[in-house]
């Protein structure tokens, strides 16, 4: 049975090569999403890849997805260290949650040491740069072939 994942990019990711390239790389998110999907392939996982600026979107993706995908990968961007809206959605999701960050937020500013969404995450990967979407995708893959061996 093919299992199908969806990955959520939060505001500005979709500048990413141009925006702060010392901090998240020269990267596009392009070029992330065909690493993503290809990984998502041959781990036979159908992924659905999106990008949106708005709060409110984001929201109504997670709300869409429950039943219908067997796990979610979010990278929230700013929406990370703001959004109890966002945590509450993923909290009421039945599937795993994987948080992804290309920056070390350790290493960081202050404000950036606090995740909502990790709250609602069952792992979270930062500082590998795009690398830690290719990682998120084996975990999820990992963690979906597990319960459905429950
Ligand atoms: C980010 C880290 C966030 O603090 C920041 O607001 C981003 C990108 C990352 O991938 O490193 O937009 O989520």
Redesign the pocket.
Known sequence: MSRSILVINGP??NQLGQREPHI?GHTTLDEIKAATMARGKALGLDVDFRQSNSEAEIIGWIQAARGKTDGLII????L??TSVAIMDALLAVDQPVIEV???N?FRREEF?HHSFISRAATGMI?GLGAQGYLIAVDAIAELISKAGKA
Do not use: D, E, I, P
């Open positions: 500005n990711l998240y990278n929230g961007a700013g990370t260290h960050h290309l920056s937020l950036r930062c």
